[in-house]
């Protein structure tokens, strides 16, 4: 079983209005749609497309909440958020003009709920109990009121149960993480020169900055470079560029996450980490030329247009 983790999950509501978005004014929405949000939830969604089922794991609360995990279980997704008493599951606003794109969308993103430790520690054995051919994804940022090394103790509770991990995570919280060995770490190409702090322009280096990761624990390392597609290391210590298919992206959200869903999905279905990385780039791909997470037969068409 694979399991995803978004330790602030979110429940998104999306509104185009008539006019333009202007402070001070009352305006009217002429579509509206509420979404579940965080990224991985979307990773658990892509995977669903693509004929996987999986757990999302979390912290819900109040009734956003109970609408998140309806949304989410409406996906064909299991859910194992932990319920916690105080505050709500966030509700993000993405405001705009019908018609404009996705880069002019004004966000506000709300407050998440107050989680314990004995909320933390609950969560935690739910990951201690995976054992060989589970998958947990980690992906995205840790919220404040959680501790920072929420990642590192998931991977301690793991340790010699046999389960892979994957994660897509930014630099300060992927550092503290890689001597763990993760099966895979999805950095893109701001995170990994942040990562190193420095730049990366040709594909020499950026290689080497994937050999580095490697180096320092992660057995896979797919770097992600938006429209160019993707540098792949393989833990045989292969280099594979990826270059991504054309077209006109409109809207990038969710991209990544496809991408770590893609990889994952063809990986259990061939155990042919080059025919992985290839998927993985077809749905990032169909995501970002989609209108939210794309359907399996877009990322189909995607790879169809790839080498093989
Ligand atoms: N403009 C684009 N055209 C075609 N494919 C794209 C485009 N942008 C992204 N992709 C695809 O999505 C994948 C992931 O994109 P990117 O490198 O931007 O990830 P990311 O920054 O981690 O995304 P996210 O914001 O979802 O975390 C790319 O490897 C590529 O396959
Ligand atoms: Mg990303």
């Known amino acids: 079983m694979i399991f995803t983790v978004t330790t602030s999950p979110s429940l998104d509501l999306l509104m185009e209005t008539a006019g333009p978005v202007q402070t001070g004014k009352t305006l009217r929405a002429v579509?509206?749609?509420l979404r579940?949000?965080?990224k991985g939830i979307n990773i658990s969604i892509m995977l669903k497309h693509l004929?996987?089922?999986?757990?999302?794991?979390?912290?819900?609360?109040?009734?956003?909440?109970?609408?998140?995990?309806?949304?989410?279980?409406a996906e064909g997704i299991q859910t194992g958020f932990i319920r916690?008493?105080?505050?709500?599951?966030r509700i993000n606003l993405r405001l705009k003009e019908q018609g404009a794109g996705p880069l002019e969308a004004t966000r506000v993103n709300g407050l998440g709920p107050s989680v314990s430790p004995d909320d933390i520690n609950y969560l935690v054995r739910k990951v201690s109990a995976l054992s060989a051919g589970d998958y947990l994804v980690l992906a995205g940022t840790v919220p404040p009121s959680l501790p920072q090394d929420i990642y590192s103790t998931f991977f301690k509770a793991l340790q010699d149960k046999g389960a892979q991990v994957i994660v897509d995570a930014p630099p300060e919280l992927l550092h503290a993480v890689l001597n763990y060995r993760p099966f895979l770490v999805k950095p893109n190409l701001e995170e990994l020169k942040s990562f190193l702090n420095q730049d990366l322009s040709t594909t020499e280096e950026i290689s080497a900055a994937a050999h580095r990761l490697q180096q320092e624990g992660a057995q896979n390392v797919l770097v992600s470079m938006g429209s160019f597609g993707a540098l792949f290391l393989?833990?045989?210590g292969h280099t594979h560029v990826i270059r991504a298919p054309g077209g006109i992206a409109i809207d990038k959200i969710g991209a990544g996450d496809s991408m770590v869903a893609g990889f994952i999905a063809e990986y259990i279905k061939t155990g042919d980490l080059k025919?992985?990385?290839l998927l993985a780039v077809a749905a990032?791909?169909?995501?970002a030329l989609a209108r939210g997470i794309a359907s399996?037969?877009?990322v189909d068409e995607m790879r169809s247009q790839m080498e093989n």
């Open 36 to 38: 579940p949000g965080g």
């Open 284 to 287: 990032g791909s169909a995501t």
């Open 51 to 73: 004929g996987i089922t999986s757990t999302a794991l979390g912290f819900v609360a109040g009734f956003s909440g109970d609408e998140l995990m309806r949304l989410t279980m």
């Open 31 to 33: 579509h509206e749609e």
């Open 84 to 89: 916690v008493r105080r505050g709500r599951t």
């Open 296 to 298: 399996a037969q877009a």
């Open 234 to 236: 393989d833990s045989a």
């Open 275 to 277: 025919q992985a990385a």
